[in-house]
């Protein structure tokens, strides 16, 4: 009768070993299948934003914002906090070219020149390159959990007809970064000015 309990027990524990090893071997397969498709996802988006990049030189946000002829949302104070900063971006002859106003969580740069957005580099190098670079960087972040998906850089190019009228930064975070912003927006401002 002993034997009997013991066998039985011993059994149990087989199925129970049995049915783990089937659970593991099922979660392995399902986790390389999840990781398999968030890269092609990943590849996916990364395809899509390069030729979004190629067609226009505004994010998809703003597509489909245009799509629906909406305006671009008026910023409310208790949205992008206090001003933290405002500095000038200057040629190097001194000309005061526009004003970067950084606040706890946006920095503006408002120009004060007459500024065509379809005037080179101001697509390929300040849109492609160096924004959505900030962009594509804090995606990964997230991905990574590294930074709330709400924390990610991202930015709005403000226009009148062609004419640049804003653009603003989300989510700069660091002093560091908008430095970097900065040095790129005056360069690129600057031949903009020379073409």
Do not use: C
Not at 145 to 171: H, P
């Amino acid at each position: 009768m002993i034997s009997n309990i013991f066998i039985g027990v011993i059994l149990m524990d087989d199925k129970k070993i049995e049915l783990l090893a089937n659970t593991k071997s099922y979660l392995e397969k399902r986790i390389k299948e999840l990781h398999e498709e968030l890269a092609f996802l990943e590849s996916l988006l990364e395809l899509v934003n390069e030729n979004l990049s190629k067609k226009s030189f505004v994010t998809a946000t703003q597509i489909t914002s245009k799509e629906k002829k909406e305006e671009i949302t008026p910023l409310r104070k208790e949205k992008i906090g206090e001003k933290v900063l405002e500095i000038n971006i200057t040629s190097r002859t001194g000309e005061i070219l526009a004003i970067l106003e950084a606040y706890e969580n946006i920095a503006i740069v408002k120009p004060l020149v007459n500024l065509n957005i379809t005037t080179q580099p101001f697509k390929a190098f300040l849109i492609n390159r160096i924004l959505e670079g900030f962009k594509r960087k804090d995606e990964e972040r997230v991905l990574k959990g590294e930074i709330q998906e709400n924390e990610a850089f991202n930015y709005e190019i403000v226009t009148e007809d062609d004419s640049l009228k804003e653009i603003r930064m989300y989510n700069y975070r660091t002093k560091d970064r908008l430095f970097e912003l900065r040095g790129a927006i005056r360069w690129t401002f600057s031949r903009m000015l020379e073409k």
